[in-house]
């Protein structure tokens, strides 16, 4: 049976600049030969897709941090979670609390970012995944519809006490970091882990077979399902923790995978 390898994207397979390099594909492409390999980001369908094609898999994808699994080759959803209105406007209550900048994702064919402000954090966030952004005037009005997560840009010492708040105050909402000044709010019970789960079910693939590779807190359930958890050396200490190894770049798995 081919094993599956999933990739995170940012921190992992992309770049600094968030680009897949051309040694980077010459490797991917050695480790298509013995695997079947997939992607798992927090990116959105517009903005996952390029990586996707360049990578040129052939399994279905894991996105919006685990909200959504996506067949490239057949063009269609096949998982889909989203949250209850009620507590998707609950957290953007919580979160304006704080000094951050909220993004709603509302839909897989809606590219757009919602936002009630474009300041510097939503500039630079349009500039690395290339997606439109648009201005509402109030996000808690414009939530009546259950979107497919909510991104939290702000200042690495301000985010773990919003985490607090809202794993208090909307306990059914999954919340788990991304990066360092990325918090992503989810719908319940939605991962990049259980969303891996669930496509070895689609797949047929046990988890002894998958070999899960990432670089933040949000991949730690992937990393712990997979038969073999692979961390990046940069990534955050409980992370590497939990892994069965370590590496510095991805250009050294091919000489490391069985």
Known sequence: MPRLLVFDLDGTLLDPDHRLSPATRAALGILSRRFWISIATGRSLASARPFALAVGITVPAILYNGAVVYDFPAGKIILERRMAVEDARAA?????????????????GDPTLYVERIGPRVRRFMEKEKLPVREVEDLSSFLNFPPLKLLILGDPEVLPGL????????PALTVVRSEADYLEVLPPETSKGAALRWLCGHLGVPPEEVVAVGDQLND?????????????A???????????LVISSVLELPGLLP
């Open 163 to 170: 985490e607090w708040e809202l794993r208090r105050e909307v």
């Open 234 to 244: 940069h990534g955050p200490a409980e992370l590497r923790r939990a892994a069965d």
């Open 92 to 108: 953007v209550f919580v979160a304006r609390r704080f000094p951050v900048d909220i993004e709603v994702y509302r839909d897989i």
């Open 220 to 232: 730690l359930e992937m990393i712990r399902y997979a038969g073999m958890g692979v961390a990046m």
